[in-house]
């Protein structure tokens, strides 16, 4: 990154929005990777890296020092560091770059629930100011069918805690997740969770199968039916149909994504489904889902 010779293991993955980020692995892998949806961290061995390799690391960045305005914390879920743990990493990041913004982690909601309200006010007052938590879906049946190891219930315990002590959260969704059988569960539910914690900011995925789709559905605890544009459309369509946010900024515009959606809510939402609409229209009817209508 940035040109500085810092020996990353790879694979290395960051959200799209710290792609002019300074990344630091202060772990490697993921933490939980049993998810069936994710082949991002299957390669790795989850550890967590010694300080003293970190902060090698963050020296070696330090002649950026003025450049650097924001750091993702890399790998899966570096908030499963302990507060004991992530605390001098985050020192030594404001230590050596004296102009940070930001500092920002992949994390699991029981990665927060583990933190004591105390402890996450520390972490903010250091400076990791977001977290972004991939919580695929609002409905207790899908996450147990792809072994997500969340809950409703936990998921929106942590992201509320995190919240309350003044961390933000960007929340990720899979559209798709439950094929065509769970669909209608999955955003209705997902819709529900998500004006529950009201994120920050809120994004979509596509789930897809970078081993096949035999693969997945091997991982998937069912039958696992893949759905069509159609139903994919309709299926989002359904979710940002059942949001009631306050101001919270959306993305739809992953690689993974068909239909590229920027906006914020709640003011863009009708153009969104206008949006939505208009692709259906280009589907061939061959393809149009018979689902339940938006509300």
């Given amino acids: 990154m940035f040109g500085i010779p810092i020996k990353y293991d790879e694979p290395v993955f960051r959200p799209p929005a710290e792609a002019n980020s300074a990344i630091i692995q202060a772990t490697i892998g993921c933490s939980w990777n ?3 949806f994710c082949e991002m961290y299957t390669s790795k061995n989850f550890r967590i890296r010694k ?14 020092n003025g450049r650097i305005r924001k750091v993702f914390l890399a790998d899966g879920n570096a908030f499963t560091l302990s507060a004991s743990l992530l605390m001098p990493v985050l020192g030594e990041l404001n230590k050596h770059f004296t102009d940070l913004q ?3 982690a992949y994390a699991l909601p029981t990665d927060i629930l583990r933190k004591s309200a105390t402890e996450l006010r520390e972490i903010r007052k250091a400076g990791l100011r977001l977290l972004y938590v991939g919580i695929e879906s609002g409905d207790d049946e899908v996450l147990k ?13 942590g992201i509320l805690k995190a919240h309350s002590s003044g961390i933000e959260t960007s929340v990720m969704v899979l559209n798709g997740l439950g094929g065509k059988e769970y669909s ?5 539910q997902s819709a529900r969770l998500i004006n529950q914690v009201q994120p920050r900011f809120l994004s979509t995925l596509t789930l897809s199968f970078p081993y096949g789709l035999p693969h997945f559905q091997s991982k998937f605890d ?23 946010l306050q101001a919270s900024i959306f993305r739809s515009d992953h ?3 068909q239909l590229v959606l920027k906006g914020r809510l709640p003011g863009d939402k009708q153009l969104f489904i206008r949006q939505i609409d208009q ?5 061939n009817k061959e393809d149009f889902p018979e689902t339940p209508m938006f509300l």
């Fill in 34 to 36: 049993r998810c069936a």
């Fill in 51 to 64: 300080f003293e390799d970190v902060r090698e690391n963050i020296k070696k960045m330090a002649v950026l």
């Fill in 102 to 104: 930001r500092i920002s």
């Fill in 145 to 157: 069918k792809v072994r997500k190891g969340e809950t409703y219930t936990s998921t929106a315990e």
């Fill in 184 to 188: 209608y569960q999955h955003a209705v």
């Fill in 222 to 244: 069912g039958d696992y039916q893949a759905m069509t544009l159609g139903e994919l459309a309709t299926e989002l369509k359904i979710f940002i149909g059942g949001l009631d």
């Fill in 255 to 257: 690689v993974s994504n």
């Fill in 279 to 283: 692709a259906l229209g280009t589907i």
